[in-house]
């Protein structure tokens, strides 16, 4: 694993009425937290992070969407231009693509529902990424939910 730049794309609907869609990119190994970040932000202020409790993913692979999750879970989180933080409560995040080797990943979500109070958004998102990096820095609270600081 390098330390390159990642490019590629996330694209989601139902996020906002036009949907959220950036090329600003990344994916990490997080080595401390013992998992995969892909995230991605864009010029509206919207910003999608998806974490996968593992190291260990394979191509075919699907985790669960738990906001409290443990290991061989994935977290997911929305932020909305307005700054709401909208939580992945169920779901699955499927790995369609996964080679370590070429740093090439592309992931699927389906039944993603995320919440924010009573607030529920149903959430399909696609991202293709290419490039991992990787980092010693902790992104997990001691509860193991994204440190959202």
Do not use: C
């Not at 910003?47 to 669960?64: E, N, Y």
């Not at 700054?83 to 039944?111: H, L, M, P, Q, W």
């Not at 490039?131 to 994204?146: M, S």
Request: hydrophobic fraction near 30%; charge should be negative; glycine fraction near 10%.
């Amino acid at each position: 694993m390098s330390t390159k730049v990642t490019t590629g794309e996330l694209r989601a609907t139902g996020t906002s009425p036009s949907g959220f869609s950036t090329t600003d990119v990344s994916a990490q190994r997080n080595l401390a937290d013992k998992g995969y970040t892909f995230e991605g932000s864009n010029a509206k202020g919207e910003w999608l992070h998806f974490f996968v409790r593992t190291l260990d993913i394979k191509q075919g692979q699907s985790f669960a969407i738990e906001q409290y999750g443990g290991v061989g879970t994935a977290a997911a989180y929305y932020r909305d231009p307005d700054k709401k933080i909208y939580n992945g409560t169920s779901g699955v995040i499927n790995f369609e693509i996964f080679d370590a080797e070429n740093e090439n990943v592309e992931i699927r979500t389906s039944g993603l529902e995320m919440s924010k109070d009573s607030e529920v958004k149903k959430v399909e998102a696609r991202g293709h990424f290419v490039g991992i990096q990787e980092t010693n820095k902790k992104v997990l609270d001691e509860k193991g939910n994204l440190s959202l600081k």
